[in-house]
C-alpha cells in the first residue's frame, strides 16, 4: 500500500525541493483551495485517473495519510477535521483489510464495504456539484455578459417636428417670459397693525384732553397712515390686483386698530381711569374721561352715531 503514494500530489515533490519551498503562513490544505478533507479526498481520488464508482478505497486512505504524514514533517498545522478523517480512514482500511469473520447480528455498526460505498457515494456528489457550480459559473450572467432588453413600454417615439414660426414669433415668445418674470415678482410688506399696548397707551394719553362727557369709542379711533404706493409694473392686471391688496390691507389696519381699542377701553375701565356703557344691545359704545360719570346720561342711537361694524 505504501507504493500507491506516490500517486498522489505530496510525494513528487523531492527532498531538496521540500527544503527549498518557502512554508506558507497559513494552512497547505487551503493553498488549492481545499475547503475540508472530503474535498482532499475527492482531489486524490481524481489523481487516480479511474471513475469514482471504481475507486480504491485503501489506496486513496494510504495517499490521504501520506499527505498527513508530509504536512507533519514540514511542521504544519493541521485542522482537527483533517486529522479527524485521517483516524477514521485508517479505521476504514483495517477494517476492509481484516475483515471480522463472524459479525453479530445486533450490531449496528455498518460494514467496511458499507462505509467505503457511503464514502465513495459523498466523493461522486461532490463531484456532481462541482461540475454544476462549474456550468453555471460558466454561464452568461445578467448585467455583466447579457443586459435585458426594454419591456414593451420601454419603446422610444420618436416624432420630428418642423418649424413655421418666424423671428417675430420668437420675438414675443421672448416678451411672453419676460413679462412672466416681472409678474412672479413677490414683494412682502410690513404689516402696520395696532397692537392692545399701543391701542392702551394711546388712550390713556388721550383721557386728560377729552371732553367731559359721553362720547363713542368710534370716535377715538386713530386715523389710518396714508396708503403705500403702488408699484409702477406697466401691468393693468397687477395694477388692478395691487389695488386690491391695498384696499384689503387698509380694511384690516382699521379693524385691528378697532379690536385694539376696543381691548384697551375695558382695560382702562377695569383700572377705574374711565367709564364705558352702552344703552342697548348693538348700540354704540360710549366712553366718558370720567369713571363716576352718570350712567343716565348715555345718549342714545339718534344723539350719537351707531358704531361702525
Do not use: C
Not at 72 to 93: G, I, N, P, S
Amino acid at each position: 500500500m505504501a507504493g500507491d503514494i506516490g500517486h498522489g500530489p505530496i510525494s513528487d515533490m523531492t527532498a531538496s525541493d521540500a527544503a527549498a519551498a518557502p512554508r506558507p503562513m497559513q494552512l497547505v490544505l487551503d493553498l488549492d483551495g481545499f475547503e475540508g478533507p472530503i474535498d482532499l479526498l475527492l482531489s486524490l481520488a481524481r489523481d487516480q485517473k479511474v471513475d469514482l464508482q471504481k475507486i480504491s478505497i485503501t489506496r486513496l486512505a494510504d495517499q490521504y495519510l501520506g499527505f498527513i504524514a508530509e504536512a507533519r514533517r514540514r511542521h504544519l498545522e493541521l485542522a482537527a477535521d483533517y486529522l479527524v478523517m485521517a483516524a477514521w480512514l485508517t479505521y476504514l482500511k483495517s477494517r476492509l483489510l481484516l475483515p471480522d469473520e463472524a459479525p453479530s447480528a445486533d450490531e449496528d455498526e455498518p460494514s467496511a464495504e458499507e462505509m467505503a460505498a457511503a464514502l465513495a457515494l459523498r466523493l461522486r456528489r461532490l463531484e456532481a456539484m462541482r461540475r454544476a457550480g462549474e456550468v453555471l459559473r460558466a454561464r452568461p450572467r445578467l448585467l455583466l455578459d447579457r443586459f435585458p432588453a426594454g419591456g414593451a413600454g420601454a419603446a422610444v417615439r420618436i416624432v420630428e417636428r418642423q418649424a413655421t414660426d418666424g423671428y417675430g414669433d420668437l420675438i414675443a415668445a421672448y416678451a411672453r417670459i419676460a413679462e412672466r418674470r416681472f409678474r412672479n415678482v413677490l414683494t412682502v410688506t410690513p404689516s402696520r397693525l395696532m397692537t392692545i399696548d399701543q391701542a392702551i397707551e394711546r388712550l390713556g394719553a388721550m383721557l386728560p384732553g377729552l371732553p367731559r362727557r359721553w362720547v363713542p369709542l368710534i370716535g377715538l379711533l386713530p386715523d389710518l397712515p396714508a396708503p403705500r404706493p403702488l408699484p409702477a409694473t406697466g401691468d393693468p392686471l397687477a395694477m388692478a390686483a395691487a389695488e386690491v391688496a391695498a384696499a384689503r390691507a387698509r380694511r384690516l389696519e382699521r379693524r385691528s386698530a378697532l379690536a385694539a381699542s376696543f381691548v384697551a377701553v375695558l382695560e382702562l375701565a377695569r383700572q377705574g381711569r374711565l367709564a364705558v356703557a352702552q344703552r342697548q344691545g348693538g348700540g354704540p359704545l360710549m366712553v366718558h374721561p370720567d369713571a363716576r360719570a352718570p350712567m343716565d346720561e348715555v345718549p342714545t342711537d339718534d344723539e350719537e352715531g351707531g358704531d361702525e361694524r
